[in-house]
């Protein structure tokens, strides 16, 4: 961080200056240009506030010359993050798809698309519990119930299970009854909740706002590693621009400015990202060629009587042919399908 000084502040309110700095747990150089001075402030700045140093009546203006987040950053973690669920990996050269209903709606319609995903070669299972909708009229989700008939389907298949959390007062079930606690794009800047999931010990999926920069998403992600969980997983799942074709837009350079600013694994969720069916191949396909570590994709046994964002789901027999040809692009990209 940079303070750039007023010309003509005289010495001793320089030294003021640096000795309230100090307080705040950082050290302050001085450089004395031409008209005017310079501090450069030397410690962990991601916690002051910049407006406060800035209504000093000797400060012209504040500049970060580093980005605020620490433990999310690359620079600080030249390594990419593994995370491991169950005998699943994503990132570091591994390929983990994630897929099911957007909605949990009975037993056997779990059960079996479960099935079907495990027999295609998906690594986990996803499945909403807690629904937050648009509407308060729509189908909000079997909640509890929708969570042990999750724990159903993963006794029969054993795949590990992707949940969507809604409150902070739900993180104990989900860290007794869930795998991969999910952070919807809604929620991305709940900040309350991102505090509590950091105290937990499961992975967090966390996608990306509807319309939230690349440094707001990490540093949601860094809320979540300052609370000491430092298994994240960042997903892209479309944006809100004013192209109204799709449901939304799919930011696939996301995905190289995300790892080149941050170690963290990033998956893609093409079911959202475009809101039809029939864009999902393009979308995963694109988003393995732009270094993508993994998909999340909506399987529905019956899409039509979907309870929950069927235009968007694929049937079984889609998501095999899917995983097929999902399977020579990530060879093409020198990563492995893990499962």
């Not at 095999?320 to 060879?331: E, H, P, Q, R, T």
């Not at 093409?332 to 399908?337: S, Y």
């Amino acid at each position: 961080m940079v303070v750039v000084l007023k010309p003509g502040t005289a010495r001793s309110d320089i030294e003021a200056l640096v000795e309230s700095l100090r307080e705040l747990n950082v050290e302050a150089s001085v450089t004395n240009g031409i008209g005017c001075s310079i501090l450069g402030l030397v410690g962990d700045t991601a916690s002051i506030d910049m407006d406060k140093i800035t209504l000093n009546e000797h400060v012209d203006r504040v500049m970060r010359i580093q980005e605020p987040y620490k433990k999310a950053n690359r620079k600080f973690h030249p390594e990419p993050t593994v995370v491991q669920v169950g005998s699943a990996k994503v990132g570091g050269g591994n390929f983990s798809v994630i897929a099911g209903p957007c909605s949990v709606e009975s037993e056997a319609q779990i059960v079996s698309v479960a099935e079907s995903v495990k027999a295609a070669g998906a690594a986990m299972l996803r499945g909403g519990a807690f629904k937050p909708r648009t509407s308060p009229y729509s189908f909000q989700g079997l909640e509890a119930e929708g969570l042990d008939l999750l724990l159903e389907a993963k006794a029969i298949t054993g795949l590990p299970i992707v949940s969507e959390i809604m409150s902070p007062k739900l993180c104990q079930v989900f860290e007794e009854k869930v795998d991969v606690v999910q952070i919807g794009a809604r929620n991305m800047q709940n900040f309350d909740l991102l505090k509590e999931v950091g105290h937990m010990s499961k992975p967090v999926l966390l996608k990306r706002g509807l319309s939230s920069t690349y440094e707001e998403w990490i540093m949601s992600a860094e809320y979540i590693l300052a609370g000491g969980n430092p298994n994240v997983i960042l997903c892209e799942r479309g944006i809100r621009t004013f192209e109204t074709y799709t449901r939304n837009t799919l930011d696939v350079s996301a995905i190289p400015c995300i790892k080149r600013m941050s170690h963290l694994p990033v998956i893609v969720d093409p079911s959202h990202s475009g809101g039809a069916s029939w864009l999902v191949e393009s979308l995963a396909l694109a988003a393995i060629a732009a270094g993508a570590d993994g998909v999340i994709v909506e399987v529905h046994n019956d899409p039509k009587h979907a309870l929950c964002d069927g235009a968007q789901s694929l049937t079984p027999e889609q998501f095999g042919s899917l995983m097929g040809k999902m399977g020579g692009m990530v060879d093409l990209m020198g990563k492995r399908i893990v499962q």
